[in-house]
């Protein structure tokens, strides 16, 4: 073969490899923001949630059950980590994502055809917390998966842009649940959206889980994937059978990821409720504002995981770190401070938490090997969510209640960050390694 044909074939086949690059992100992004419309849309509907479903009389009570529910989904989480970590280091990312976003918006459908406590008493808050636990378990394995889909499909150079499309798609699937709660709260009655305005979003997430699952089916699974397989076929040699040599980097991992936990469940689930029951805010306007949250996140996220890229992922993480401990609670004063100080106080909140969520998925793909890859991802990231993320509304609304300060949850975001900081001086750099 001449040279000059050779030079034809090779740069014939770069425009397959970049097809396939943006395809893969493309899905991994798409369903993962399906699956996170379907769940945040309960922290969103969290108020009304509680009088549905939880006796009426004490809207304290209420709605500590009603983000009790949220907490309790949380349970599973550790263990669907494993269980899905393990099926996909073991047959592979693409099944993974597409059973878990099958299972996810199956779930979120059927909340939306609950009926409330008014019509089947205490069942009520049973069903929805049974429910709650099966999309606690479907979305276990979504984030891990997402993360290890794209980050062993992305070039190493670029694996921290790419990788962010990750939490800029849960943001993503955020935003759309919070846009169309708005829209309800702006067309529907009080009465309304309280009888069946609140089940329209959970209704829509079967067709929305169709055309995710869609996309995920024309896909293959990853290069670096189909290399270990190749490699080592034996499955057992793979996944949760493999993990004993990295118990020490999954404790750390967990140490790692309990800011994420605690501050994307604080300023992006939460905060719409604490902005109507702390600060006064009307539902739609505690909803709008906290848009401003998730228009900074987003457009942050991919240039923190450029950033990441030139700089490394440990240096941006630590110095995250030091910004919410040494801000926090100033933001959360200029927060009480209503008009443009709560929008200027939520852009820097959706700063902060950007500057973590933008390189931490591609952080946790590069600690571990990809023959347990998904599982250590997953079983860290799922048990530090669980223990501190889905707990988080719970334990802040039980912290301001006990301390009768408002400001409380913004010590708990501080407290978990120097956790996190502590952690990660334990880490090594992984910026610009082979993913193996």
């Given at each position: ?7 034809v ?16 992100v493309f ?62 280091d073991k ?21 939306g ?13 049973l069903?929805?917390m ?19 889909f794209?980050?062993?499909?992305a ?8 990788v962010?499309?990750?939490?800029a ?23 309304a ?5 609140w ?21 293959e ?28 980097k999954i ?13 994307f469940?604080?300023?992006?689930s ?62 959360f ?52 969510n ?26 708990y975001l501080?407290?978990?960050?120097t ?13 610009h390694?082979d993913?193996?």
């Amino acid at each position: 073969m001449g040279k000059s044909e050779e030079l034809v074939m090779q740069n014939s086949s770069k425009p397959d490899i970049s097809a396939g690059l943006k395809k893969a992100v493309f899905a991994a992004a798409l369903g993962n923001a399906i699956e996170w419309f379907d769940y945040a849309s309960y922290g969103y509907l969290a108020a009304i949630i509680a009088t549905v479903f939880f006796p009426p009389g004490d809207r304290t009570a209420a709605l500590l059950g009603a983000f009790a529910v949220f907490a309790v989904s949380f349970i599973v989480r550790p263990i669907g980590g494993i269980f899905w970590g393990n099926f996909g280091d073991k047959i592979g990312r693409r099944r993974t994502l597409i059973y878990t976003i099958s299972i996810m918006s199956i779930a979120t459908f059927t909340i939306g055809l609950l009926p409330g406590y008014s019509v089947i008493g205490i069942w009520a808050p049973l069903l929805l917390m049974m429910i709650r636990m099966v999309q606690g378990f479907a979305a276990s394995g979504e984030y891990a998966g997402s993360a290890s889909f794209i980050s062993e499909y992305a070039p190493k150079g670029k694996r921290g842009l790419l990788v962010s499309m990750v939490p800029a798609s849960t943001a993503a699937g955020l935003m759309f649940a919070a846009l169309v709660t708005s829209l309800l709260d702006y067309y529907l009655s009080s009465g309304a959206l309280h009888s069946w305005g609140w089940r329209i979003p959970f209704l829509i997430a079967l067709p929305l889980g169709y055309l995710g699952l869609f996309i995920r089916l024309r896909l293959e699974d990853t290069p670096v994937f189909k290399k270990l397989e190749k490699a080592e076929p034996e499955e057992e040699k793979r996944g949760l059978r493999a993990l004993k040599p990295y118990w020490k980097k999954i404790l750390i991992a967990f140490g790692v990821v309990l800011l994420n936990a605690v501050g994307f469940y604080i300023i992006l689930s939460y905060m719409p409720t604490y902005l109507m029951e702390e600060v006064g805010f009307s539902r739609l306007h505690g909803t709008l504002i906290t848009l401003v949250t998730l228009f900074t996140y987003v457009f942050i996220l991919p240039l923190i995981g450029h950033l990441a890229d030139l700089v490394g992922r440990k240096r941006v993480l630590m110095t995250t770190c030091v910004f919410f401990v040494l801000f926090t609670y100033p933001v959360f004063l200029l927060l009480s401070q209503g008009g443009f100080w709560s929008i200027l106080a939520l852009f820097l909140l959706g700063a902060f938490l950007a500057g973590n969520d933008g390189v931490l998925a591609t952080f946790l793909t590069e600690m571990f090997p990809t023959s347990v890859r998904f599982t250590s991802f997953g079983l860290a990231f799922n048990t530090g969510n669980a223990l501190f993320g889905g707990t988080a509304p719970f334990v802040a609304t039980y912290l301001i209640a006990l301390t009768n300060n408002q400001f409380a949850p913004a010590f708990y975001l501080m407290a978990a960050a120097t956790v996190c900081f502590i952690s990660l001086i334990q880490t090594t750099e992984t910026a610009h390694k082979d993913l193996s």
